[in-house]
């Protein structure tokens, strides 16, 4: 990454921003002009955060912000583009505990840069919620999409929720959504990921107009693909049906939406819920 942009809005931060420049001497680092005490290494601004974050996140490869997720997310949100485009951003807590790679994770270098911040700031990662235990570790920044629920680890923990998941779903036009919420529901304990990790849905077009899944779309507040039987057909699955291609004219629904809509891999291959509902998940490949 040839730029790198450090965004402090505390007075905290900024001295944060400067231990990290000292191991980062190329990165610049930006802060606003209120807290200005005439270092020429920090480029002091006079406009608004929001206005700042706008430009930098145009201008260079990645941003380490040094103030709240919550806040970033807000202020970078009407700026995403294309996770091809769009520069890699990285959040560091006001008292410098978590690292946390927020967007751009895998492809624009995010993952790669918090682990390089995370070693130069005494932290360790895991992959493994034992490892984690096992670390004696005071506080954990914990980025899953399974579902936990060991009250030891969450005590000291900040669980991150990516979008990760992609639920496919196969069913009849006058499916319940009480049925899909169920099915769903059911596969997610089974195989132990979170809800919150939801992404999107993704099913094919029906001639019929499928209530009971719209009506499940909007209790989800996630988005909905919908794909034609050509767009599946071709798909290789793991559970093709005969009958479900007599009916829908592609031999699979559930998983081959999940892999089309994830452009990833199957984490849970076809549940049945007889006689109107299957589903499927996969995992969003980045």
């Known amino acids: 990454m ?8 505390t007075k905290n931060g900024i001295k944060i921003a400067r231990d990290l420049k000292e191991k980062f001497s190329s990165w610049e680092i930006f802060a606003p002009d209120k807290f200005s005490d005439g270092n020429d290494e920090i480029n ?6 929001t206005e700042k974050i706008a430009e930098l996140f145009k201008s260079n490869d990645a941003l380490v912000c040094l103030f709240s997720l919550g806040a970033v997310v807000r202020l970078i949100s009407p700026h ?3 996770k091809k485009t769009d520069p890699a951003v990285i959040v560091i807590d006001d008292q410098s505990q978590f690292v946390i790679s927020t967007l751009s994770g895998h492809l624009g270098g995010a993952n790669e840069l918090t682990n390089d911040i995370a070693k130069k700031e005494n932290v360790s990662s895991y ?3 034992d490892e984690l235990k096992k670390s004696k570790s005071k506080g954990y920044l914990i980025i899953s999409d399974e579902h936990i629920d060991d009250n030891d680890i969450l005590e000291n923990a900040v669980v991150y929720r990516p979008p990760s998941l992609v639920v496919g779903i196969g069913l009849h036009w006058n499916t319940t959504k009480e049925k899909i919420m169920e099915g769903l529901d059911t596969s997610l304990k089974k195989f132990n990921l979170s809800k919150k990790s939801i992404a999107r849905l993704a099913s094919t077009k029906k001639r019929e107009d499928a209530a009971g899944l719209h009506d499940f779309t909007k209790e989800m507040n996630v988005p909905l ?3 034609d039987k050509d767009d599946l057909a ?3 699955t793991p559970n093709p049906s005969k009958m479900v291609e ?6 699979s629904v559930s998983e081959a939406a999940a892999i089309k809509s994830s452009g990833g891999s199957l984490i849970v ?3 049945k819920f007889s006689p109107d509902l299957t589903i499927a998940i996969a995992r969003i490949q980045e």
């Open 2 to 9: 040839e730029r790198i942009g450090i965004l402090a809005i």
């Open 44 to 49: 002091w601004y006079t406009n608004s955060t």
């Open 80 to 82: 995403l583009k294309d």
């Open 127 to 129: 992959s493994t919620l």
């Open 225 to 227: 693909e919908l794909y």
């Open 234 to 236: 071709p798909i290789k």
């Open 246 to 251: 007599g009916y829908e004219g592609t031999a």
């Open 269 to 271: 291959e076809k549940q």
